[in-house]
């Protein structure tokens, strides 16, 4: 099956720096590949996704890169807020039936 | 207007009882899922129901049986509580027929197992 692993497990910023988060996945066939932000006591939330026929995708402040050929794909988050401290999950997809296997979150914490 | 909504949001409990959990979308979705977080935050899928039919079935203890009475509705129903049962269960839905595959989650039940 499936396996997502991300790094890293923290990570602190200072506000208006940037944010990289990485992942890798195990099965070629994963097609689409979601992030999830998780407040703290909150649902987890999609923010961005991207499908494996795309090699970026940006909304705003926030972009996904993957890198079919490496297996990994990654997590830009520019300009970082206080707002932006959360717990991000990275997932991949390789099946209709939209199982998703998440990767284990990456605790960013932004110090204004 | 909630789109996905669970009950109970807490729920307390001892070992060895039975309990429930309700899940409700209002989306018009065709797939409903149950995920456990655990206390590492670790996101772990167990079941998933497509149109009512058991289409994804993880390897998780046969006390847990899911249940989908129709599209809207999954339910989990957990016997014989263990220590280790202690969560947070989330349900998702998506919609496997549109475009995005993107699955919405409810609030979360936080099952405390003493």
């Known amino acids: 099956g499936e396996n997502v692993e991300q790094h890293p497990s923290t990570l602190s910023v200072q506000e208006g720096d940037s944010a990289v988060i990485k992942c890798t996945y195990s099965d070629s066939a994963s097609n689409y590949f979601p992030w999830y932000k998780q407040e703290l006591g909150k649902r987890p939330q999609l923010i961005i996704d991207?499908?494996?026929?795309?090699g970026e995708k940006k909304d705003q402040r926030i972009a996904v890169t993957l890198n079919k050929t490496a297996k990994h794909f990654s997590l830009h988050i520019t300009e970082t807020q206080p707002e932006d401290s959360a717990v991000y999950f990275c997932?991949?997809?390789?099946?209709?039936?939209?199982?998703?296997?998440f990767g284990a979150g990456t605790q960013v914490v932004v110090t204004p | 207007d909630t789109a996905v909504s669970q009950t109970p949001k807490y729920l307390v409990t001892q070992m060895g009882n039975d309990k429930s959990i309700k899940c409700e979308q209002n989306l018009g979705h065709d797939t409903m899922y149950w995920y456990k977080q655990d206390s590492k935050k670790f996101l772990k899928i167990m079941f998933s129901y497509n149109n009512k039919e058991l289409i994804i079935n993880e390897t998780v203890p046969n006390r847990f049986s899911p249940k989908s009475p129709d599209k809207a509705h999954l339910n989990l129903h957990i016997n014989s509580l263990e220590l280790g049962d202690s969560a947070v269960y989330f349900c998702a839905s998506s919609s496997l027929e549109g475009i995005s595959y993107e699955q919405y989650f409810g609030p979360g039940t936080r099952l405390t197992v003493t």
């Open positions: 991207i499908r494996s026929n795309v």
């Open positions: 997932a991949a997809s390789y099946d209709s039936w939209g199982k998703l296997q």
